[in-house]
């Protein structure tokens, strides 16, 4: 290194160009909602455990799409979420109208809800509402009523106008009128549960939102197995996701009656942190989460319970939800919401297990090749193996996707994806040095055509290019010779063997016979008598398939006048495609 060149130093640069924006009517999060809890535990706590899940795709799921589902398709949603294994499903606000009214009652009157499902229908905390919402719930023999309130400053100054002891009150009467009206309508024998959602609860108060949570419980009067669920939202998230944590943390240890809380939370992912907020609440002490399949619901979405689940699963702890074909789950849910799930989105995204660029599909190539190896020298037991495939941070086939749509070639790629293709979808494994110059052939066909390349447009490619065969294919004529009849007859003395070939030399068509000390070397023998001298310098062959009409592939380097090409042949007779792959060479080397 030169001595006299000058070295970057390191600066924290003041902002180049400040923003246009007014930042004065934004303030930092802690001056809004601080909280100051020194001794927060969760951060060295881990997952190990799901924790419960609710999902709410039909209520703030349905709430937020432009054209909320019908009942067909409230319906498929509804069936999905339960084959999917999800307990508890938020299944409408049944006093908002008569489509959500109507469709709780034809899961009950149908009944389509399995025994070991909850469905809970969400009010505000109005007398009317919360009387009408609890009677679309007769009939059913288990069901959970959600009222909210919500409780921070901005809400009670701007939009109830009351003060907090009205703003507890509006929770309390609530909470009161909820379970009048379940006496008035429900069965004594239904299992009815109460769920009650401080709406608004990252920006409310902590010690209010603890006291509203006190008052709201003094009146179900949770107790042992008497369960109440109460479920503190990030309904705008305005935090980074430590701050929720805390929030969750502090609740955690100061509600009473803890042991017959649920405690719930609701991330809304407006920060783009939803996952990791709602991650970080469970290390808090959440033991349920409520959200929607692939984040639909308001604005940016509740949190996405599909990345959650997996997420779990990728450091092995059950998710307890079944997302074996997630391409089934993704059509269906964008089907029932009539929009689209982003092709990067996190596991089910369209692209999340391809890769476009070389040094990603080598290392993948060469990861999957590592764990067949490992499997198999575990006798075939993929969970004593940890999954280590680089770039590819699940097994796609734990979701119903395939390693074909794993690798795509395009102008980023190496030789790595274009091998893998190869040999997953020909079963030719192409010797390294043949990769290398096949690769740079695929990419001048991208750096013209520009896109990606499909196994199918790659193996044209490669016909056209080594396989000395006829084809429709404009890319190149297949060249000078080709090879029709081979016999090889021992001589039976010393001087090896006899080659008897009809070969055809720019189609004029001739019957030649050579003598070598081995088959290769007569057929080189044939060729330099028609002006073709030709050298091997590498070799490598491989069966294609197994039984009687097995194929065999043969690579062949060789030196064909001064030149160094590969050439490839195929052929039921392992000797033949030798020959073919001769040609193949001396063929591409002539051009
Ligand atoms: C964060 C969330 O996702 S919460 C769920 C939100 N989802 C929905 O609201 C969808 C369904 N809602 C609706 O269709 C309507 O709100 C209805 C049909 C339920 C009620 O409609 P309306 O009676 O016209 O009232 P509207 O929704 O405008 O409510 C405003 C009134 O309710 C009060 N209110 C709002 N939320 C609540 C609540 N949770 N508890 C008690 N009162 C409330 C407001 O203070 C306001 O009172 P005011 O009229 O005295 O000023
Ligand atoms: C009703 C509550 C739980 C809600 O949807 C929210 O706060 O986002």
Redesign the pocket.
Known sequence: MSESRPTPTRTIPAPQQPTPMELGKYRPFHEVNGIDLPDRQWPSRRITQAPRWLSTDL??GN?ALIEPMNPERKRRMFDLIVAMGYKEIEVG?P???QT?FDFVRSLIDSGAIPEDVTISV?????TD?IDRTVASLIGAPRATVH????TAPVFRDV???TDRAGTKN?AVS?TRDVMDYIDKHLDPDAIVGYEYSP??FIDTEMEFALEVCEAVMDVWEPDGDREIILNL?A?VERATPNVYADQIEWMSRNLSRRESVALSVHPHNDRGTAVASAELAVMAGADRVEGCLFGQG?RTGNVDLVTLGMNLISQGVDAGIDFSDIDHIRRTVEYCTQMAVHPRHPYGGDLVYTAFSGSHQDAIKKGLIARDADVAAAGGNEGAVPWTVPYLPVDPRDVGRSYEAVIRVNSQSGKGGIAYLMSTERKLDLPRRLQIEFSRIVQNYTDTSGGEVTAETLWEIFTDEYLPAPTSSPLEPWGRFALRNTQLTSAGDASGEELAVTLLDDGEELDLVARGNGPIDAFTQILAGRGATVSVLDYAEHALSEGGDASAACYIEAEVEGQVVWGVGIDPSITTASFRAIVSAVNRAMR
């Open positions: 209520r703030d709430q606000f006093a908002a109208s959500d969400l009010t505000q905390a109005r509402l009222m909210y309130n919500a939009v109830f106008r509006i609530g709406e608004i939202p309904t308001e």
